[in-house]
């Protein structure tokens, strides 16, 4: 199943589903994150589906964008989310999320967050150490409760992603070593206040080759079968997100459903619930940020594009040398092209969105979107330089809110003593 674009061109201007992008700038001003809650629905559903009647949970990786209009949108349809701090628990359940349908990953859970979590009956914890195990299992024994807990192991499968992403070896600070994972069972079994109950594990993430995932499955259901061996019994397997999305044109990323059908065929029948954390796949395509172009200017050989929109607004491209494309809100092909450095007002020789780019000509005053930002955009924005950071706007059908208002310089000193 292709997913429908949720940004188009009609008669030359760019979409978000019905609504122009130029009239939501004009009154929600730039730069500004829009998200289409038709694509992330779509999505959702497009995992949700693929599962038919196996026994799962699709439980969104909040951190991926944790815009309470997203969070919402997403419980509503009935997900689950994957939470890494107390934070996204509160917005989660400010969302009118379901604990029930809450696992807490992570390799460095506080007291204090656990305790929250317990509290407030969340599905289960992705452990990764010992030391964790015990920490739950004696605040759950002070709260009176039973928490389940799934050991997050580290499979030791390359994902063949970028380096800063890519989480599933042995190297890597995520997760139990496979070897380990059964004598850490064997003795947390004693521990009275734990339901040994899953085993979780997370590759990477922006996997555009699915195989390293399944390959990665395939490994943690012969982990399961030696647990169940053992006695334990093993009710869910969390496989974790990093289904990729394609950035460039010429990249092509696997369908959710395909994936996850080739998934359930491997499970099926084992008596196992699935679970999967995806936060990129649901959401990056949904979402592009809305900037201006305040300048253009030469500089020897070089031509720069200068946005309203910065690194301290999406970091990606400089964090990562991640690729999104720019395209114009108002096309007209007799412009032609431009090859050039597209930068921010950022005072960082790293602040870019675009280096080298081919892009429309555009000129000061003209709009542009950059493209597949509604995954770890707006999470990843700051405030260095003093910059308040943008609105965020939804939009369904022919309809469109502010979702999260710019900030204001009061913003920007909130919290702070002279
Ligand atoms: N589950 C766990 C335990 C994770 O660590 C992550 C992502 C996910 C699920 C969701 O993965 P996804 O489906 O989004 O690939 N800031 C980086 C991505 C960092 C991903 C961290 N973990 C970027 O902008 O590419």
Redesign the pocket.
């Known amino acids: 199943m292709r997913m429908e674009a949720p940004f188009n061109y009609r008669d030359n201007l760019l979409y978000a589903e019905d609504v122009a992008l130029d009239s939501i700038a004009r009154r929600a001003g730039t730069p500004c994150y829009v998200y289409s809650s038709n694509a992330i629905l779509g999505r959702y559903r497009a995992y949700d589906r693929a599962f038919g009647d196996l026994p799962h949970k699709v439980c969104y ?1 909040v ?2 964008n944790s815009n309470l209009a997203v969070l919402a949108l997403l419980a509503r349809a009935g997900a689950g989310f ?1 939470i890494v701090s107390g934070g996204e628990l509160h917005k989660v359940l400010r969302a009118g999320g379901n604990p029930d349908d809450v696992v807490f ?1 992570g390799v460095g859970k506080t007291a204090e967050e656990v305790e929250f979590a317990l509290e407030k009956g969340i599905h289960s914890f ?1 452990c990764e150490s010992e030391a964790e195990l015990s920490l739950i299992d004696a605040l759950a024994a002070r709260l009176g409760a039973k928490a389940k807990v799934a050991l997050r192991v580290n499979p030791d499968v390359d994902a063949e992603t970028h380096p800063y ?1 890519s ?1 599933g070896l042995r190297e890597h600070k995520f997760g139990i070593a496979m070897n380990d994972v059964e004598e850490i069972y064997s003795r947390a079994r004693w521990l009275q206040h734990l339901e040994l109950e899953g085993v979780s594990c ?1 590759i990477g ?2 996997l555009l080759n699915p195989e390293p995932l399944l390959a990665a499955l395939d490994r943690m259901l012969e982990l399961i079968d030696r647990l169940r061996a053992k006695g334990i019994a093993i009710r869910h397997l969390d496989l ?4 990729g999305v394609p950035y460039r044109p010429s990249e092509q990323a696997p369908s959710i459903s395909d994936y996850i059908t080739r998934i359930r065929n491997r499970v099926s029948g084992r008596n196992l619930t699935l679970m999967v ?5 649901l959401v990056a395509e949904a979402g592009i940020l809305l900037s201006r172009v305040l300048y253009r200017k030469r500089s020897g050989e070089k031509e720069f594009v200068i946005l309203d929109a910065a690194m301290n607004d999406l970091i ?1 491209p400089s964090l ?1 040398r ?1 690729h999104h494309e720019i395209l114009p809100v108002k096309r007209d092909e007799s412009r032609g092209t431009v090859v050039a450095d597209v930068v921010g007002p950022v005072c960082e020789t790293g602040d870019f969105l675009a280096r080298d780019r081919e892009l429309a000509n555009v000129l000061p005053g003209d709009l542009v979107a950059i493209c597949t930002a509604g ?2 955009g707006f999470v ?1 924005s700051s405030n260095y330089n003093a910059r308040p950071r943008g609105a965020e706007v939804m939009v369904a059908g022919n309809g469109w809110r502010v979702v999260r208002q710019r900030e204001s310089f009061d913003d920007l000193v909130r919290g702070e003593m002279a």
């Open positions: 990786a951190k991926a994957d990953s992705n992403i989480t997370h993430s922006q974790g997100g990093g289904l954390e995806p936060g990129r796949s990606r990562y991640a995954a770890y990843l």
